[in-house]
Nanobody, 124 residues
């Protein structure tokens, strides 16, 4: 597994971004992909997750109703569509893969591999 996250940038409040996470060394099959974010001085926070096989999705409170996680099998890519961005969404966003269970899918410890992170900055 070798993950590459991209799509971050500078956007005004209310704007949108779509982040991508590609596994350049294989497939996401059998894994759950999670999106997390980390602002300076804060802990890594769960944003959303999607199971590659079956497509089950789950969202953290911060992005519920604004963010959508999806996957494209043909492109071997997981996306995080972020709409209605707020300044408090400013953070580095990371994708990770693992096999979390119901009790730990919100924990970064449940994910084995991580991409390098992509910075999202939302101006007011």
């Amino acid at each position: 597994v070798q993950l590459q996250a991209s799509g971050g940038g500078l956007v005004q409040a209310g704007g949108s971004l779509r982040l991508s996470c590609i596994n350049s060394a294989g497939t996401f099959s059998g894994f759950t992909t999670g999106w997390f974010r980390q602002a300076p001085g804060k802990e890594r926070e769960f944003v959303a997750a999607i199971r590659w096989n079956g497509g089950n999705t789950v969202y953290g409170d911060s992005g519920k109703g604004r963010f959508t996680v999806s996957k494209d099998h043909a492109k071997n890519t997981v996306y995080l569509q972020m709409n209605g961005l707020k300044p408090e969404d400013t953070a580095s966003y990371y994708c990770g893969v693992g096999r979390p269970i119901l009790s730990n899918f919100r924990s970064p410890d449940a994910y084995y591999y991580w991409g390098q992170g992509t910075l999202v900055t939302v101006s007011s």
